[in-house]
């Protein structure tokens, strides 16, 4: 009886409402990252934007939420994973309130920055709820196979919703879809997460580190995502990548020497699982964001598709992802993590590979639909054990850093695949938009995507540890300590 009393956790704790809150956040976040894409053309002709002025629609928000994520996740660990979660959710659905109701291109542009340091505050303390909350066996592989399903089905649906929404309830509910799913997860968090004890603080905060991490990874992204108006060797993109590079190694200086608390510790690194989890987060995060982005050209401006049947042709791609993600749940009980991530990976490389053939004359049914069930279901096989493995082993009072540290590793993953990609097919396009130079290109993408999901199957074959699935004994003991939660 003194055992089970030891794993019983605060009566306030509901892991069931977590689950559904942290769920909810993954979804909506997810979403937010691909819901506006579809709706730029009328958000342009509604708010008078001019063409670059248009960008940064999507790149307001890309730099605030992968410029704070590393901030985020500290603040979830000094200051209260709860607190800061609620927090986070109140911005980002009154920003997305905001947002829906801008008559300028200012307002919107403002309103979509608060939406990422909302974001950048509540994803990295969602996930650490989720990681302290099932710590391990069956529940633990469970819960992150809802959330890897919640977290790809927002972001292939967000293709689908934006579309439906701009083309039929019109461009604004790209930002009103957010408040209802924020007030939701707020209700959800409110009554299902404990308060939790009060936070150890070590040590005064390590502001300058704050400040170097923040700035240098800002002008990473902001760097990056400009190369779409400045090549990557003009002098532009060559100083703010500098200055980049500059702060973010004066940031690891200050961590190794500072006498306060430091926003990230260095040992962190250490652990082989946060390492090899991050390379390998980065990697798929820059194939899999530049693969929608080059399918989502292709169906309009090669198949000659509209917003909103380009949207349902994504479909296919985010129920394979669910797919994936209930299939990695059955064999987690099965198989070791780092052993979902090679199969995983690899379905997902053999679909973008697939997605390679693609030919000016071809067809939804011929080219889109039998790579999009391959990657999705390879790719719902990775997102569980990946965040699995990058958060086990992690203290309780850094889980929070880490949490950040993997939502800012696909963050810019995602601007520097982008970019570089998006480069390298427009260079094999040239001057020519016919429909045959243009598929050139993004067939040319989407198997450079496919070459680094290899180069991070090869990451997790070399870095990650083996490790065994749940035993039987866990199992067992994971099912009393949750009716013991109930």
Request: with cysteine; proline share 5%; net charge positive.
């Amino acid at each position: 009886m003194a055992v089970m009393t030891s794993v019983v956790v605060k009566p306030s704790a509901r892991p069931g409402l977590t689950l559904a809150a942290v769920a909810v956040v993954q979804f909506m976040v997810s979403l937010d990252l691909s819901v506006v894409n579809v709706g730029l053309p009328r958000i342009a002709a509604g708010l008078g934007f001019s063409a670059m002025g248009l960008t940064w629609v999507i790149h307001a928000y890309a730099l605030t939420f992968g410029g704070l994520l590393l901030l985020g996740g500290k603040a979830a660990d000094r200051y209260g994973r709860r607190r800061v979660l609620l927090l986070g959710l109140g911005l980002f659905g009154l920003a997305s309130l905001a947002g829906g109701f801008a008559l300028e291109p200012g307002h919107l542009v403002a309103a979509r920055a608060a939406q990422g340091i909302g974001a950048a505050a509540l994803a990295p303390a969602a996930l650490a709820l989720l990681t302290t909350t099932f710590p391990a066996g069956r529940a633990r592989v469970r819960a992150f196979g809802i959330w890897s399903a919640t977290n790809a089905a927002g972001a292939a649906l967000g293709v689908l919703i934006g579309g439906l929404l701009t083309e039929y309830a019109g461009w604004r509910w790209v930002m009103f879809v957010n408040v209802p799913m924020a007030a939701c997860a707020l209700a959800l968090a409110w009554r299902g997460v404990a308060a939790g004890p009060p936070p150890a603080r070590g040590g005064r905060p390590d502001v300058l580190g704050a400040v170097l991490a923040t700035a240098g990874m800002t002008l990473l992204v902001f760097g990056v995502v400009r190369t779409d108006r400045y090549a990557w060797t003009s002098p532009v993109t060559v100083t703010t990548l500098a200055v980049a590079a500059a702060l973010l190694i004066a940031f690891v200086h200050v961590e190794r020497t500072t006498a306060r608390e430091p926003l990230i510790r260095l040992g962190l690194f250490a652990n082989r699982a946060v390492a090899g989890a991050n390379a390998y987060n980065l990697l798929a995060g820059a194939a899999l964001a530049s693969s929608f982005y080059f399918l989502a050209l292709y169906l309009q401006r090669v198949l000659g598709i509209g917003p909103a049947p380009a949207g349902v042709a994504f479909l296919p791609l985010a129920l394979g992802v669910i797919a994936g993600s209930v299939l990695a749940v059955k064999l987690g009980y099965r198989l070791a993590p780092r052993t979902l991530l090679v199969i995983g990976g690899l379905l997902t490389a053999a679909g973008f590979a697939w997605f390679g053939l693609i030919s000016p004359d071809g067809a939804f049914v011929t080219d889109v639909l039998g790579p999009s069930v391959v990657a999705g279901v390879g790719f719902g096989l990775c997102l569980g054990p990946l965040v699995s493995i990058a958060t086990v082993g992690v203290a309780p009072h850094e889980t929070g850093t880490a949490s950040g540290l993997l939502n800012s590793s696909r963050q810019i993953g995602a601007s520097l695949g982008l970019a570089a990609l998006g480069t390298v097919a427009h260079s094999r396009t040239g001057q020519a938009a016919t429909p045959e130079a243009l598929t050139e290109g993004y067939a040319l993408g989407l198997t450079l995507g496919a070459v680094l999901l290899l180069a991070a199957v090869v990451i997790a074959v070399a870095v990650l540890r083996r490790t065994s699935p749940p035993s039987r004994a866990e199992q067992v003991a994971d099912r009393d300590v949750i009716h013991a939660r109930d």
